[in-house]
């Protein structure tokens, strides 16, 4: 009779990898949290939370991420056991999602708890900026960045404003704003910050319009850099 051997720790290590990547993979819930808990540590050393902060935040973050594996893991089983509907197995499931619930709603409170204070003192500094910013020139050039993409989408004869075509006009207002607001804050200290948390909602807008199906990567991308030249050279020409 053969022995079975036990795994290395090694490939015990390499099982649990290929199990986080495979959900990461195929979890859209949890390829957003992860990328929630990326950009929370990088605002939390951007905007200097202490270490201890920091040590809450990662719990917080772990909590969420665990109990989004967990979920995923009991969602897998219970399919694999049940071939039809059963109650008890939808009450799983449900019981599963409440954990990641939970531990989402302890997040919130916990990143409120460490960024309110500074969010709050530095997002009025922020509007004081704003409100001596050359306002016309930013709709000036969010204007001329649409009329752009109606001209090409016109002369092309594919999509509309909103939908399909090439460039894409979300793509390219969405990177407008970003480098309308890079510009604006030229002189700021937080300009890196402020600048990297809106060139990721501009990518975000950009890659849903890629996973709706409405747009291409080429066409978002496309977009993406009209957007941001058209704004660019407005500011360089006028500001």
């Known amino acids: 009779m053969t022995r079975q051997l036990s795994p290395s720790l090694f490939q015990s290590f390499n099982h649990a990898a290929e199990g986080i990547v495979h959900a990461v993979r195929t979890q859209r819930n949890l390829w957003i949290h992860f990328t929630i808990a990326a950009a929370v540590l990088v605002a939390a050393v951007g905007f200097g939370a202490s ?15 665990v109990a989004e594996l967990v979920n995923t893991a009991v969602e ?28 989402a709603l302890n997040a919130v409170a916990v990143g409120y708890l460490v960024f309110s204070g500074e969010v709050a003192k530095r997002s ?56 309308a607001v890079t510009l604006i804050l030229d002189d700021s200290v937080h300009r ?7 060139f990721i909602m501009a990518l975000l807008v950009a890659q849903t319009r890629v996973e709706t199906g409405v747009h291409s990567a080429s066409e978002v991308a496309s977009g993406a850099v009209l957007g941001a030249l058209v704004t660019l050279f407005l500011f360089q020409a006028f500001g």
Not at 54 to 59: D, T
Not at 192 to 198: A, D, E, G, K, R
Request: charged share 15%; no cysteine.
């Open 51 to 65: 270490k201890l902060e920091l040590a809450v935040l990662l719990l917080a973050i772990t909590f969420v991420l």
């Open 76 to 103: 897998a089983a219970v399919d694999v056991a049940s071939t039809s509907f059963d109650p008890m197995a939808k009450l799983a499931k449900d019981i599963a999602a409440g954990a990641v619930l939970v531990a």
């Open 124 to 179: 009025s500094r922020f509007l004081t900026r704003l409100s001596d910013a050359p306002a016309e020139l930013t709709l000036v050039a969010f204007a001329v960045t649409v009329i752009i993409v109606i001209a090409v989408k016109a002369y092309t004869g594919r999509g509309t404003l909103l939908r399909g075509g090439l460039p894409s006009g979300h793509a390219a207002v969405a990177f407008a704003g970003w480098m």
């Open 192 to 198: 890196f910050l402020i600048s990297s948390v809106t």
